[in-house]
């Protein structure tokens, strides 16, 4: 066989691995200005601006529900009150009928 015939199949899977390997390189090189990295930047922003406007209605809710609950809480205490007025007037409605012949 002649030296030429392996030398070139050899030579020809040098450079295509070195070109893919080259290719590869640049397209993942991490550079905000490819395009993949450029378009992965620009969603990344998309997602963070999404999650704060999510944060930010949250809180609001958050918000807007402590204060239910603490009208809610004061409408309680009102009910216990009245409640314990009930209760006494009960109890002495049936002392009042225990009390007769």
């Known amino acids: 066989m002649n030296a030429t015939a392996i030398l070139i199949p050899i ?4 450079i295509a691995a070195l070109g ?6 640049r397209k993942l090189s991490g550079k905000i200005g490819t395009s993949d990295a450029a378009e992965l930047w620009k969603e990344s922003a ?13 809180n609001e809710r958050t918000r807007k529900l402590e204060e239910s609950v603490d009208k809610l ?3 309680n205490q009102l009910l216990a009150l009245d409640n ?7 109890a002495e409605c049936q002392r009042r009928l225990a009390e007769r012949p």
Request: proline share 0%; no cysteine; charged share 25%.
């Open 11 to 14: 030579a020809v899977a040098i």
């Open 20 to 25: 893919a390997y080259l290719a590869s390189a």
């Open 46 to 58: 998309s997602i963070r601006q999404d999650y704060r406007e999510e944060l930010r209605s949250a």
């Open 73 to 75: 809480n004061d409408v």
């Open 84 to 90: 314990q007025d009930v209760r006494a007037q009960l």
